[in-house]
């Protein structure tokens, strides 16, 4: 079947807003099993919206539109679409009542125009809004379909997910199932050469998205009942897994910062992390988490070598003969911060971030990060050319949480030097 | 005038990507004064995009096209576009050469396709593209415009800015100017209530945009000349300035941790920060900044109360008896950072971001920022009931900020207390 998506929003038209609704429903509808032909926005105007919904009747089997139901004068979605799908509407009482005890619930006042949002479809049917006042609406004639959904994301998304997206799965007859995984430390174009074949199938269907310093792999199945749409992403997520192993390091849609945290909390260790270049943003990240308190002890972000010294216990003379940026520094960083907090592991990270401070031998980019647990410290050296301050805190950042992760499980340190602390 | 925009790509059609062009163009029409109607998206077919062109030519005195100028068999905007202007196109010798030459400098090899990319409009004009091989183009016939441009951000937005801007300025017969004031301090509402008279205008323009824990001004005129257009901002600048006062902190993209390192750095003085609820957060935006080093000394994260006493020097008994939680404790790790670190200033954070660890006494959102300085430390309470652990730590470290901003520059701390240290 066809498809088209419709917002509705003078503060589209003027910019002041991005149209995320569009891109949200456009994935939504093509995971369906429908084309998509044509987006379009219009303003809050009866005549042009008049129009562009008779088009979209003509050429879309099923219409989605967003916006253009709050209760002031200009909202008229629904009014619009309502004649060209030919339905009457008609006053619900319960429907004004659910708007009644919203107001009354929020202790702000209900206004006559309140009541337009209690006009529902007569030959169609209402599409309930758990997070705002105005209902949504589906209709329907010649087998021709509108959904009508708020314009606000919070109340567009679960709006789509409980009450269209279901009514969507019927008319082609199936189900949805994904699963996302976040796969470290390999780079996307590596990757889609290690997977290219696991890119290609049609249902399910296995795409790469690329993101700073990692890259996710999204696999969804279409099937007639969700238990086959699962078995289906498993046997591909397993395949994913077979191929790319411990580098998957979790699923969903929760960084790595995340895992980290899980993970230490599951083996009761603690963290410290001690940072330059990065500059607190790996205990940025970990305490960004509900819960970290548990696993997190303390952060240092020193950036002057006095600090390094003063608080790190990082040697004076190894900073004069090795310079600040390290692995040597990077090491005692780590090893200082987890003995001075009492952590199971420790993070240790100097570098150049850039734009300033590089130099032939030590260019912006160059990252050292280290991690200790036990007798041991393993030490990574990044070098990552021509990136931005961001990119390069990120990506630093990133390589760090994976060391600690990979320490709290057990697993391979890749591309890591190993250094015994002395007894 | 009225204007239209038309994104040509299937990638928009599957939701691959989110349709940025399209708010980049519509702020940019209204900012030069068009009336935009209709933004529509269509794929690369071109029986779908003819019909899209037709109903945009006869309703839309110019229309922004946006992709489908690439090399590859199926972007065909500049043909069937220049067939719904009646435009016949030129093979182009010295665009062709341009090309050729383009492909040579990248050691990439050229393909009879993009000989394609040389067929340039009779009867309009090529807009040349800085940034890669599609040159744009635009269309006239009997007072009405296409402007095509590609695709990629990077190369729309230069092609915009220096060719096509200057053509719509002359259709209107105006330059535009902006101007953006950062307002730190006073809530959206209030501060639409304190400068409602300004924001009436219709040129110049003022409008507020809420940001999490700011709010921007964007100022802007439209005139006959830049001289003009800077002039007429500047006297609406004025008046915000008068009524806002210290309130706006910078103009401009920069957040307040640029304005924190300029002023430090300008100011001979040196920062450090003790966080507890923020995690690292100040420190991170404050080394974000290329050049932090100059005036950051170091950062301490603490989450535990036995760092809080080993690397800060809080007291145990206040610990004790006021809990981490209170602005007794905020006072000590702000002084004690402050000292370790022999910075000019200190600043300390301690607080409940949430989900879990409130209770009534001391409920999520409760937050207790000091800045020490001299022989002074400055307390304010902040309490952000029901906002999720990212707005109270965001929230938190723009205060944070501030605090440190107007101490480095002698202005009043408004909503703190003062505690004079024990000499």
Redesign the interface.
Known sequence: MNAEIIAVGTE?????????N?????????ALGFT????????D?PQ?LAQ?AH?ARERSEVVLYSGGLGPTADDLTKETVAAEYGDPLRFDEAEYKKIERFFRDCHRPMSENNRKQAMVPANGRTLANENGTAPGAMFVQNGRYAFLMPGPPKELIPMFEKEVRPLLQTMQQCVLHSRMLRVYGIGESQLEGMVAELLEGENPTAALYAKTAEVVVRITARAADEQAAQAMCGKLADRFYAILGDHIYAEGEQGMEYTVVRTFIDAGMTLA?A?S????????R???V????EM?????????N??KQ??LEVDSGTLRQKGAVSPEVALQMADGVRR???ATVGVGITGIA????GTEEKPVGLVYIAAAMGDTVWVHRMLMAHRT??VV?LAASQKALDMARRLALGLPMHGCTAHRLRG
Chains 1, 2 share one sequence.
């Not at 589209?12 to 995320?20: E, P, Q, R, V």
């Not at 891109?23 to 509808?29: G, N, P």
């Not at 002890?297 to 002057?304: A, H, I, N, Q, R």
């Open positions: 589209l038209l003027l910019g002041d807003i991005l149209n995320t569009a891109q949200y429903l456009a994935r939504q509808l093509a998509v032909h044509f987006q379009c926005v219009v303003g105007n042009r562009v088009t992390t940072e270049c990065t500059g607190g943003l790996v205990s940025e970990i305490t960004s509900p819960g970290s308190s997190f002890e303390c952060g240092v972000c020193s950036y002057s006095n600090i003063l608080l001075r907090a009492g850039g734009p300033g401070g301050r961001d805190r």
